[in-house]
C-alpha cells in the first residue's frame, strides 16, 4: 500500500463549469464521467471560453458525481452545464500517484488522518486531476484528493 503524507491547506475559490450527474453503478464511473466532461468541455467552446486549471470532480455521494472545469470567465449557465464558484475551504488533501483504481487506499488514508486528528468532514470530496491525459498511461497520472474540514 502507498504511504501518503496529508496535509491541511487554504483552497481559493474558482470559477467552474459543470455538470453533476447520478451515475448508474460503479463499473460505469470511467465512461459516464469521460461523457460528462466532454459535455462541459464542449460548452465551454460553445461559450468560446477557456480552460483555466485541471478538471476537478466533485463526489457528493458514493455515486452523485460532478464534472467541474476551471473558466476564464463568467459565462451563462446552459440546459445541462452550471456556471458556479466553487467555494475556498480549508481542505485536508494528499497527492496520490498512479491510476484511479489505487483511489480507495488513498480515501481511506485521508479519512483515518482526519479522524485522528480531530477534524471533521464538512462537505463533498473533490478530485483535481494535476496531471492527467486521456488515454494517457494511468501509471503518470497525479490526483490531489481533498476533504474540507474543519476542527472537531
Known amino acids: 500500500m502507498a504511504v501518503y503524507e496529508v496535509e491541511i491547506k487554504s483552497v481559493e475559490p474558482v470559477l467552474v ?3 453533476r450527474e447520478s451515475i448508474p453503478d460503479y463499473g460505469a464511473i470511467g465512461s459516464a464521467m469521460n461523457r460528462i466532461y466532454n459535455e462541459v468541455v464542449s460548452y465551454i467552446g460553445e461559450q468560446n471560453g477557456n ?17 467541474a472545469l476551471p473558466i476564464d470567465r463568467p459565462m451563462p449557465d446552459g440546459d445541462r452545464v452550471t456556471v458556479r ?3 475556498g475551504e ?7 500517484h498512479g491510476p484511479f483504481d489505487g483511489f480507495r487506499n488513498a480515501y481511506e488514508a485521508v479519512r483515518q488522518w482526519i479522524r485522528e486528528n480531530d477534524y471533521r468532514i464538512t462537505g463533498p470530496s473533490r478530485e483535481v486531476y494535476l496531471h492527467f ?6 501509471k503518470d497520472f497525479v490526483t490531489e ?8
Not at 480549508?90 to 496520490?96: I, K, P, Q, S, T
Not at 484528493?145 to 472537531?152: D, K, L, W
Request: net charge negative; glycine share 14%; with cysteine.
Open 145 to 152: 484528493i481533498q476533504f474540507p474540514v474543519a476542527g472537531a
Open 51 to 67: 480552460i483555466r486549471g485541471p478538471g476537478i470532480t466533485i463526489w457528493h455521494g458514493p455515486l452523485d458525481a460532478e464534472a
Open 17 to 19: 463549469a459543470s455538470r
Open 133 to 138: 491525459t486521456p488515454g494517457g498511461d494511468p
Open 90 to 96: 480549508e481542505m485536508a488533501c494528499l497527492v496520490h
Open 85 to 87: 464558484e466553487l467555494p
